[in-house]
């Protein structure tokens, strides 16, 4: 049942059966505003209200023209139907399938007697059991003969019962706040939609909610589903929300939209709406609610006891969205109609039941060999996991864990950070020993960091077939834990070596599953690579730290390593990660980032004093970091005085409380004075909702049969300090060839500069601790919105000519977009020489005149001329190049983000300083076309290798104009020039600057100036700009005190590329026929889908973490086929 929808406002309009004025009367130049705005939805928070689409719906019914086409196979749900119910009648007249609800018994009895006749339409009816209400069991229709489940019921986020008297009148306004005032009638359910799907039901086509202000109620109820439904509309009246208290009125605006939705305007008022532009939500909300606004229900000055308020119809759809493939399994749909459902037998819906919810018994953990599990669908979920106490399970009501819910799938889009406390009684104290470790580890792999002496946590998971690394920085705990295991084989100490600087770690064996075993280490886990010391007599401890390793002169040596480093193979996830470090937590975790989404469960503690003192982060850095990454914390200990039950605490409220020291808990005192030894602590217990485990394991051979062999002897293993797990060979990253639609890239800052190839000083001039933060900041650059600049590869560029080493390289197979030629076109002609296919395009005639007299006995340049029919641009079809030949097709041409036409004097002087407003300033000339770069690009370029632009001022609107193609594109060079831009009107500076790294690439100066940027240190994008745009920067073209008339002011080039991203699956198209012939047709350029350049998933603005470095399926499956040979003819 899948359905791709919504590729433009225009496929919205035409499918809302629209009238024919509507449609054409938005141009091209709107629709791709609107397009832009879209893909910015989700990454920028700007989120907006649009108009264009008022004229095809009438007034303010919300029938959308939707429910006039054929819905065979399609679902509608419509909430509060009224007396007349016409929605529904219309959408059951055209072959939809629909689920009907009204709270007013009134209105269902009209409606019954209205189509008592008709068996298309059954009337079901809830039955009470106690404080439960029945469901039967809904019978699927048969597909394309329309029918309807009429239900008298009200929808919401809760489970209830209202009362509505039996002779009350028909009504359009009656709400559940008019139901629970009243005492005495017929009792009406009330309950959330979620409840009254049935499973064939996998989506939703259309969602009508009108329900006199419980709207946001409604949503909540079935936020699950709403990624799941094609059109949403809903009636907004904020005095209605105000007056039922059913939450904030902004909260229902921005619902939708921050789960990346585009919304409508269904009926007036539209003065406050300027076509194409989308009104901030905020600005057009005040509007609204002053009531001033005019249209049907809304009038200027309205007093403040009016029943309704000022109230508008929204319409939402998802842009550029697949139906999901979320149809559950079933047989085909019946081809006769249910029976009536009033006298069926009822099927139980227990109040207390939830459909995420799982069965009782505990969720099924991965056996040996299966890498992969699905954790922590509900809270509960994770409660049985973490085996807690009976009470603690049945202590939560639905509506606590609907709250949760909720609030992890927004936890991520809106950065409402919480910390929870429902989870404390699951835990022992400050132990951070879950009952998770008491389950069967069979197959499971835990990391303890902070053993202690008595190392609890690492004996009760070997105890129960756990795998386990252990780790602790006193060499007298590590003592004593050897002692009282010495005669269990189930457990080896690894003693590392240190060769010179370098610490040399023995090369682990696997363990075999369900048995027990534990390697452990005498070694503190932080972000950097040291050495520290501790006396050899010490006493044992739970609270020394690095810290107190690095203020000891002498004393047996102790390795400070990454958990990275220790990781084996064999290892591909963690289920439970603990961490105990007195004050070096958030250096831990930042020193195994990229695992920290591939560990099922992570505890920490967490002493803010502690870690002041140690000088080891910010607090607020470690509280956030799992959070912003899309996990759910919970305390693990008290303090929970302040915690409220069901709702998410804000972390800064928490951690002042916390940070003052007046909480009560173990270790937590009132007034604690400033020089108490660990200051207030709390443990903090943290993992992923709705998560599968990747199936990251690497191939290998079959756990082994035996335990391994001590390690102390074993021949040790080389693990220098200057490399890292991520690190590549120097060797540079291998090309695609050819046919091979594939390229991983970028790994690391040294990989992009292999790939460049930058002078070797350069490479070696980045300590791996420099390498680390800006790894570290990639991760964090798209959500936290820390944009930086940043200045590591200056010297790899030659000047201002953004020409990079990269296209000294074999481009065999590679594609180059050259946007701003000037007259020697140095880009295009290296690339050519080296193999790569270009688009290259300079707006001034001049400058193609001379470019083509350079190479006019070269046949691996073609220049293509566009033709001008009345007022579009007609463009021939582009052949595929044969690869690796070399070829380039050079246009006359402007690139923007929109379509017009400007003129050049046929004399003019070459230059590389025109741009698109001088053409437009000249009244005579050569007609040159103004173009989208998306309407140059053939079906058969599916991604391009390294795209320049310099175009004097006009960057911003070049990238706008080719946005979706943005993170099909390797590498990018722009030339940014602040004054260029503001003097052309032509976007903001700051705009052009956040563009790229908001959607998730990283940048960096490619040439300078430099001085203003700190090594490895992102740099914010604020303070960056500000000093460029003052002209008191050095380098090419800036100078101090740069006069206002100077004709380009102070400018840079800016280099940016995706840190891990593959680019895969582009569909291309095989070589073609050489292209040198003529050209046999033409076409008008018109509308490009969005997946006319091959169908890549890519998520805008989302930073693929390290379990998404996918390697091409065929390429796993050729190997996988061919070690299962080896492996028999090893036997054989």
């Given amino acids: 049942m899948g359905w791709v929808v919504n590729r433009t406002i225009r496929d919205v309009m035409l499918d809302q059966l629209c009238p024919e004025q509507v449609t054409k009367n938005m141009s091209e130049a709107d629709r791709e505003v609107l397009e832009r705005e879209r893909l910015r939805n989700a990454t920028r928070g700007e989120l907006g209200i649009f108009g264009e689409m008022q004229a095809c719906f009438k007034g303010n019914t919300l029938m959308p023209g939707f429910l006039e086409r054929d819905g065979a196979g399609q679902f509608v749900v419509d909430i509060g139907l009224g007396y007349d119910a016409k929605e529904t009648r219309l ?55 329309g029918f309807a489940y009429v239900f008298n019921a009200a929808i919401a986020d809760e489970e209830t019962t209202i009362r509505f008297p039996e002779n009350a009148a028909r009504s359009y306004t009656q709400s559940i706040l008019d139901g629970k005032r009243n005492g005495a009638g017929i009792e009406v359910p009330v309950l959330p939609l979620r409840k009254f799907l049935p499973k064939w039901l996998g989506h939703i086509d259309y969602l009508k909610v009108d329900t006199q202000g419980y709207e946001l109620k409604v949503l909540n109820g079935c936020f699950d589903m709403l990624q799941h439904t094609r059109y949403i509309a809903y009636e907004f009246s904020p005095w209605l929300m105000k007056r039922a208290h059913s939450g904030s009125p902004m909260e229902l605006l921005q619902l939708l939209p921050t789960m990346g939705s585009l919304c409508y305007t269904a009926s007036p008022p539209h003065e406050h709406l300027r076509a194409g532009i989308p009104w901030p939500i905020e600005t057009w909300y005040k509007h609204l609610d002053e009531g001033k606004s005019t249209g049907p229900g809304i009038k200027h000055n309205v007093p403040p006891n009016d029943p309704y308020g000022p109230w508008v119809d929204i319409f939402c759809y998802w842009p550029f969205r697949d139906a999901p493939n979320s149809q559950t399994a079933a047989a085909p749909p019946p081809t006769s109609l249910p029976t009536p459902m009033t006298q069926a037998a009822p099927k139980a819906y227990p109040l207390a039941s939830s459909q995420s919810q799982q069965p009782q018994s505990p969720p099924q953990l991965p056996q040996a060999g299966d890498t992969t599990w699905v954790i922590n669908r509900t809270i509960q979920d994770v409660m049985l996991d973490q085996l807690c106490p009976e009470q603690v399970t049945k202590n939560m009501s639905e509506a606590d864990r609907e709250v949760l819910e909720r609030e992890r799938l927004r936890n991520a889009t809106r950065g409402e950070l919480g910390i929870f406390g429902e989870m404390q009684a699951c835990f022992k104290g400050n132990t951070l020993m879950p009952g998770f470790l008491e389950r069967d580890g069979a197959g499971q792999f835990v990391v303890d960091i902070g053993l202690g002496y008595d190392a609890k946590e690492t004996r009760l998971a070997v105890k129960n077939g756990f795998v386990v690394l252990s780790f602790d920085l006193l060499p007298t705990n590590i003592r004593l834990f050897q002692q009282a295991v010495k005669d269990d084989s189930r457990y080896v100490f690894v003693e590392l070596q240190k060769q010179g600087e370098q610490w040399v770690l023995p090369e682990l064996q696997q363990p075999p599953a369900g048995s027990g075993f534990a390697y452990v280490f005498n070694a503190a886990i932080a972000d950097e690579e040291t050495t520290i010391r501790f006396p050899e007599n010490a006493a044992r401890s739970y609270t020394q730290s690095i810290l107190d390793g690095k203020r000891n002169g002498a004393g047996i040596e102790v390795p400070v390593l990454p958990l990275r480093k220790f990781l084996p193979k064999w290892l591909g996830h963690i289920d439970y990660l603990k961490v105990d470090t ?30 002041k003192r140690a000088h080891s982060g910010s607090p607020m850095e470690l509280l956030q970091l799992l959070p912003t990454m899309g996990s759910l914390c919970y305390t693990a200990s008290p303090p929970h005085e302040h915690l409220r039950a069901g709702i998410p605490w804000p972390i800064e409220t928490w951690y002042k409380h916390l940070d003052e020291g007046k909480s009560t808990g173990p270790g937590i005192k009132h007034n604690v004075p400033p020089n108490d030894p660990y200051g207030p602590w709390v443990d903090i217990f943290c993992y992923w909702p709705f998560r599968d485990a990747p199936n990251s394991q690497t191939a290998a051979a079959p756990p082994p049969t035996s335990l391994p062999t001590p390690m102390t002897q074993a021949a040790p293993k080389a693990y220098p300090l200057a490399s890292s797990q991520s690190q590549q060979p120097q060797s540079p990253p291998q090309l695609p060839q050819a046919g091979d639609t594939t390229w991983v890239i970028n790994r690391t800052i040294q990989d992009v500069m292999l790939d460049q190839l930058c002078p070797e000083q350069v490479t070696k001039n980045m300590s791996e601790a420099d390498r680390e933060v800006l790894e570290r900041e990639r991760l964090r650059n798209a959500t936290r919105g820390e944009l930086g600049i940043f200045g590591e590869m200056q010297a790899c560029f030659k000047g201002n000519t953004l020409m990079p080493g990269f296209l000294e390289r074999d481009g065999a197979g590679q594609f180059v977009v050259d946007i701003g030629l000037g007259y020697d076109a140095k880009e295009t002609r290296l690339a050519v020489k080296n193999g790569f296919v270009v688009l290259s395009f300079d707006l001034l005639p001049t400058n193609i005149r001379l470019f083509q007299q350079a190479v006019k006995d070269d046949s691996r340049y073609v220049f293509v001329e566009l033709q001008k029919q009345g007022e579009q641009w007609v463009l021939p079809e582009l052949q595929q190049p044969p690869a690796g030949s070399g070829f380039a097709y050079v246009f006359n041409a402007a690139i923007a983000d929109e379509e017009t036409t400007i003129r050049f004097p046929e004399n003019a002087a070459r230059s590389y300083t025109q741009s698109i407003l001088d053409g437009k300033r000249n009244g005579a000339g050569i007609e040159v076309p103004v173009l989208p770069l998306r309407k140059f690009l053939p079906k058969w370029l599916g991604h391009i290798d390294y795209l320049k632009v310099d175009t004097q001022g006009y960057e911003l609107k070049v990238l706008n104009g080719c946005l979706d193609m943005l993170q099909r594109t390797r590498y990018i060079a722009y030339e940014f020039s602040p004054w260029l831009m503001k003097r052309a009107h032509s976007g903001n500076p700051m705009e052009l600057l956040q563009l790229l790294p908001t959607m998730g690439s990283l940048c960096y100066t490619a040439s300078p100036p430099f001085e203003y940027l700190r090594a490895g240190i992102p740099w914010p994008i604020e303070t960056w700009y500000k000093h460029l745009d003052e002209g008191k920067s050095t380098g090419p073209g800036i100078k101090h005190n740069v006069p206002p008339n100077d004709p380009y002011g102070p400018w840079v080039d800016i280099f940016c590329y995706w840190p891990f991203r593959d680019v895969s699956s582009f569909q291309i198209e095989p070589p073609t026929v050489s292209p040198f012939g003529s050209f046999a047709g033409t076409e008008v350029v018109g509308v490009v889908d969005s997946d006319s350049h091959g169908n890549v998933r890519v998520s805008a603005g989302i930073v693929p973490f390290p379990h998404e470095w996918r390697t091409h399926e065929l390429t796993f499956l050729v190997g996988l086929i061919f070690g299962a040979c080896c492996v028999k003819c090893l036997r054989a």
């Fill in 582 to 611: 007195q004050g070096y937590e958030l250096k831990v975790l930042n020193g195994c980032f990229d695992m920290l989404q591939h560990t099922r469960y992570i505890a920490y503690e967490f002493s803010p004093w502690l870690m």
């Fill in 91 to 145: 959408a059951v007249k055209n072959g939809f399938v629909v689920l009907s609800f009204d709270l007013l018994p009134t209105n269902i009895r009209l409606f019954q007697q209205a189509v008592k006749d008709d068996s298309r339409y059954v009337f079901v009816e809830l039955q009470k059991q106690g404080e439960q209400w029945v469901l039967p069991e809904l019978q699927q229709p048969p597909a394309g003969s």
